[in-house]
C-alpha cells in the first residue's frame, strides 16, 4: 500500500514559499512611509540602523542616497532651484513640515542654486525610521515651480 504523506510534497512547498513571498512584499509595498509620524528622539534606547536595513528602506525612496559620511550614514538629495529666493522658500516649505514633525534635516544652499538636504538622526549618529520618513513627506511636497527647468536634480 503507498504511505501518503511521508515525502514534502516540493510543488505545494514552492507554492507555499510563493505566498509567502509576495505576502512579505505586499506589506513592505503599502506600509506607506509618508502617513507615519516622526518620534522623539530622547528616548535612551534609539538606535541607529544597520546598512542592510537601510538599504532596504531606501527602495521606498528612491529619489535620495544613502551616503556615508565619516562612518556615520545620512539620506541625501539634492534639487536645482530657479533662483536663491526660491531656494529660500523652497527651505521654508520643507521646515513647515519638519516642524509638524518635530524632526529636523541638515538644509544646504550651495552655490545660490542648490539646495541639497542631509536627513539623519543627530541623537544617535546615523539613520533611524524618523529619516525615511521625514524623506517621504519631503517627496510628497509640491516645489515644482521653485525648481530650475533647466536641470532638476
Ligand atoms: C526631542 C526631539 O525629538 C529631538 O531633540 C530632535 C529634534 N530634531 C531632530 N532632528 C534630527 N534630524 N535628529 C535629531 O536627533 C533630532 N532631535
Known amino acids: 500500500m503507498k504511505r501518503k504523506g511521508k515525502k514534502p510534497n516540493l510543488k505545494l512547498v514552492i507554492a507555499i ?3 509567502d513571498h ?5 506589506l513592505f509595498e ?16 534609539l538606535r ?6 537601510a538599504n532596504e528602506l531606501i527602495q521606498k525612496i528612491p529619489e535620495w542616497n544613502l551616503v556615508n559620511e565619516d562612518g556615520m550614514l545620512k539620506l541625501h538629495r539634492s534639487w536645482k532651484v530657479k533662483s536663491f529666493t526660491k531656494g529660500m522658500e523652497f527651505f521654508q516649505v520643507v521646515a513647515n513640515v ?4 518635530g524632526y529636523h534635516p541638515d538644509l544646504h544652499l550651495v552655490e545660490w542654486n542648490n539646495v541639497k538636504i542631509d536627513i539623519w538622526t ?11 520618513i521625514l524623506a517621504a513627506k519631503i517627496n510628497g511636497l ?3 515651480h521653485l525648481l530650475s527647468r533647466k536641470a532638476v536634480e
Open 142 to 144: 509640491k516645489l515644482h
Open 22 to 26: 509576495i505576502a512579505h512584499h505586499c
Open 17 to 19: 514559499e510563493m505566498v
Open 48 to 53: 541607529p540602523m544597520t546598512k542592510e536595513a
Open 30 to 45: 503599502f506600509s506607506d512611509l509618508s502617513t507615519k509620524k516622526c518620534v522623539p528622539c530622547n528616548s535612551e534606547d
Open 98 to 101: 519638519a516642524e509638524a514633525e
Open 122 to 132: 543627530h541623537a544617535v549618529g546615523g539613520l533611524t525610521e524618523n529619516d525615511f
